[in-house]
């Protein structure tokens, strides 16, 4: 018996993800298959990719509070962080617009689907993304996203088999610490599998390094003061850490990085 290949449909409109199961029921036969699950919205989404880790993805791009672009990039940046490509479902953009396919989606290892969808585009969408192997529609997702000036507008945090959806904006800094990244916000921390050099290169005009180890919100730097060391680890010499706005932790700034930061307030 031939395996099924798993299958997530993730659109807000229950019209629309019924549509697609009839669709799916009329291929079976052709492309055998089961649905693991459906999502109304992005952190519905990312719950489900979690725990059903479908093959497959069927994403709707227009969905009130994040696109299925930004969706995606968050399923591609938690399987990049963790190393297992396997985490990340081969996606299929579903769209009732056609300005998201005309050069975005020339990258090749992305398909998309114009609504309303008919049975023969989405069984070839179907094989075609069969047939990539795990993992390729990595880059091809973050190309996709600057060709259409898509950013993550949250880091998505899995805590106690739920996801949240931490806003940008309200993250004041993030530190590796071990294999984690602690996200700060004025509230409280969470922590997320995250690498911090990807995250400083996608957010580069919000965040600024002030350490090896640490990203601060460029909104959130209040200042700076010069303190004397505690230790023998900086040479007995001075040296600045950055007063962050809303809370009082301070984070100190490496000599490498000093000038650079400076400049922000200067």
């Not at 055998?32 to 059903?52: D, F, K, T, W």
């Not at 709707?60 to 479902?89: K, N, T």
């Not at 579903?94 to 300005?99: I, K, S």
Request: charged letters at 30%; aromatic letters at 6%; proline letters at 6%.
């Amino acid at each position: 018996m031939a395996e099924l290949t798993s299958i997530l449909i993730v659109d807000d409109e229950p019209v629309a993800r019924s549509r697609l199961r009839e669709l799916l029921a009329d291929l079976a036969p052709e492309f055998p298959h089961r649905i693991v699950g459906e999502a109304g919205n992005a952190p519905e989404a990312l719950s489900q990719i979690e725990i059903a880790r479908p093959q497959i993805a069927l994403l709707d791009i227009q969905m009130p509070g994040m696109s299925g672009i930004e969706l995606a990039r968050h399923v591609s940046a938690r399987a990049r962080a963790s190393e297992d490509a396997r985490q990340m479902p081969q996606i299929i953009f579903v769209t009732a617009f056609d300005e998201f396919a005309v050069d975005a989606f020339e990258v090749r290892a992305i398909d998309y689907l114009l609504k309303p969808v008919r049975a023969p585009r989405l069984h070839e969408a179907l094989k075609r993304a069969l047939a990539r192997m795990p993992g390729d529609n990595q880059d091809s997702i973050d190309q996709l996203a600057r060709a259409t000036n898509t950013r993550r507008r949250h880091l998505s945090v899995h805590e106690r088999g739920r996801v949240i959806l931490v806003p940008l904006e309200q993250v004041i800094y993030l530190k590796a610490e071990l294999k984690y990244i602690t996200v700060r916000t004025r509230e409280r921390e969470y922590l997320i599998e995250e690498s911090l050099t990807s995250l400083e290169e996608e957010f580069a005009d919000r965040m600024v390094r002030v350490h090896r180890n640490a990203l601060v919100a460029r909104p959130s730097i209040a200042g700076f003061e010069r303190v004397a060391p505690t230790g023998d680890a900086d040479g007995g010499d001075p040296y600045w850490q950055v007063v962050l706005r809303d809370i009082p932790e301070r984070l100190p700034v490496s000599r490498r990085q000093w000038s650079t930061v400076k400049s922000l307030v200067s």
